[in-house]
């Protein structure tokens, strides 16, 4: 399956912006991006990247769903729901309800789904279990509303709790929050295995870093004063209180 046009769409929040992969000049790269290159060496690949970074659900169906749609992709990538795990607002039946909506939309418009099931970012993130719990239990809803999508819709789909790169300190940038430039490689290169197992042509993207900027300790403390730390205190004070009443709770 190879030497045709291929137009591919990704949605979702900043692991798909790129974030953690920074370029040359400004801007991000990303799994995206580097696997839209590899999908260049066989096929004429139209790519339009509609995610935006701090993304909710929501987000995806109201602001990136139409411009994607009308891209009228042969695939579609489809990764959010983290975001809404670390909001106040969390909404299970709302997740649900847009992640259906917009599955249906894309898959409706001839798209071949790409999905992921998310692994425990506590466990990254290094936190003690009393305070990341709550968080792991929402992303394990999150998780099934995947497998929902996945049961309906088809598709490919990637664990990500079942590769071990997720474990590796190397595969994370400075937040363990967002993918590395190794990080982003090993994720287009998941992605392009499984492509390849469903009969497309394609290389796999390079594991070693090459073409993005080299790790700089001055440029990792400039992005976590000037955005890092902006996120994590904006996180704090949508979540925070949650999490210490579910903290308190549990200690009694």
Partial sequence: MGNGYLRFAALGDSTTVGLGDPVPGGGWR??????????????????????????????????????AVAHRPDLASLLVGVNDTLRSTWDPARLREDLLHVAAELTGAGATLMTVRWHDHGSILGLPRLVVRPITERIEVVNEVYDEVHATFGGLRLDLALM?????????SIDRFHPSEVGHRALARAWAERLRAAGFELPLPGATPEGGCPPSWRRDVAWMVAEGAPWVGRRARDLGPWAVRRAVVAMR
């Avoid at 071990?164 to 994370?172: G, H, K, M, S």
């Fill in 164 to 172: 071990p790169e997720v474990l590796d300190r190397a595969n994370w």
């Fill in 30 to 67: 990303g799994w995206a991006r580097l696997l839209s290159e590899a999908l260049q060496a066989s096929y004429d690949v139209s790519f339009c990247n509609v995610a935006i970074s701090g993304a909710t659900a929501a987000v995806v169906r109201e602001q990136q769903l139409a411009e």
